[in-house]
């Protein structure tokens, strides 16, 4: 049975996946390339995530119940529909393994240094093949259950980190190319609404959908940009030298120092964060991976994912260094090719239609 989602639900799913890879070590990385100007390209990468968010419900109102394979099997051909659909794969399993790597990265320092690294292996992995075997509709449930406690703890760690508040971060500090270059080398970081266009056979747009999608969307991107506001005020010409934005906005405060780990907060929140993000990215790359190999089934299908994700892991070779680097060198273009490209070349064929009408 086709497992719609509810108004809220969809925005929910939208909202979290916006916060995906910008709340530990995005910010830093940005102050490494445009100083505290990084504020400035995150608002203008959101800008753009914005306008695919746009695009989404645009080209859902188009095609009401449509899948988005059927839509480019129909306007541009099957054989167009399997390559942009490998694409979102090779796209959806990079991004599965920057938030995994990133996310033990921050628990292994923020938490127990000792930590065996297979048990967050079988942690994470766990959960998602789980997510992903139960269907959508249990996993968007547990997304709505836990927003409303989740968002509350990344705006309660933003009211801490108001007392690490140092001096108004100095802007215009850096080059115009280097708000150009930032935006460009990090555009990998962004792209999550891609997700929603996976599962748009599954959402009803109406009022209520439009609505939340949008006011939900304008949660995370608020939270975002105060939080590296926040970052860049606090640290300064530091900035560069922490990697875990949000539990060291709170950390580094002298003035709570008594209440003993209020970090404790936001080590709890990404961890639910993360899981969620992982869980919603492995179930769209599923979907996708049973568009193009229709003959797998979705549990052989997980044990393909489960496979490749663990020779990849385990050996290394998509470490934390490595994947970063590979974002800002390689998926940086697959990113271009499909948020811009790809969405403008898929709407020539409606903007024909729309002439002869």
Do not use: W
Not at 216 to 232: D, E, P, Q, R
Request: glycine content about 4%; proline content about 2%.
């Amino acid at each position: 049975m086709n497992q719609t989602l509810s108004a809220r639900q969809t925005g929910v799913i939208a909202s979290l996946l916006l916060l995906a890879n910008k709340l530990l070590v995005l910010p830093s990385l940005l102050f490494e390339s445009s100083k505290a100007d990084g504020v400035f390209i995150v608002m203008f990468l959101l800008a753009l995530e914005l306008g695919l968010v746009a695009l989404f419900v645009k080209l859902k109102q188009t095609c009401p119940n449509q899948s988005l394979y059927q839509i480019i099997q129909e306007k541009m051909g099957t054989f167009f529909a399997k390559l942009f659909y490998i694409l979102l794969i090779l796209y959806f399993f990079y991004k599965i393994m920057l938030i995994f790597n990133i996310s033990y990265m921050y628990f292994h320092v923020q938490v127990y240094l000792d930590a065996s690294y297979y048990i967050f292996i079988f942690i994470f992995l766990l959960i998602m093949n789980s997510c992903c075997l139960r269907g959508l509709r249990p996993l968007a449930r547990g997304c709505e259950f836990m927003y409303i406690f989740l968002i509350g703890a990344l705006v309660f760690c933003l009211f801490l980190s108001i007392a690490n508040f140092n001096k108004f971060p100095l802007f215009f500090d850096s080059p115009i190319k280097n708000f150009f270059t930032g935006s460009f080398k990090y555009f990998f970081c962004f792209g999550d609404s891609l997700v929603l266009f996976v599962l748009m056979d599954r959402i009803t747009l109406d009022k209520a959908t439009k609505k939340s999608l949008f006011c939900h969307f304008a949660i995370s991107s608020v939270i975002i940009t105060v939080l590296y506001f926040m970052f860049y005020s606090a640290f300064g010409s530091t900035s560069f030298m922490y990697k875990n934005a949000v539990s060291d906005i709170i950390t580094f405060s002298y003035r709570f120092i008594d209440l003993g780990r209020l970090d404790i907060i936001s080590i709890t929140t990404i961890m639910f964060i993360s899981l969620l993000q992982l869980s919603l990215y492995c179930y769209a790359l599923l979907q996708c991976f049973m568009k193009v190999f229709s003959r797998l089934s979705k549990t052989y299908s997980v044990v393909v994912f489960d496979i490749v994700f663990l020779s990849i892991v385990v050996s290394s070779m998509l470490n934390y260094l490595v994947a970063i680097e590979l974002g800002k060198n390689v998926m940086v273009y697959f990113a271009i090719l499909l948020q811009i490209f790809f969405p403008v070349l898929l709407l020539v064929p409606f903007g024909k239609r729309k002439v002869k009408k």
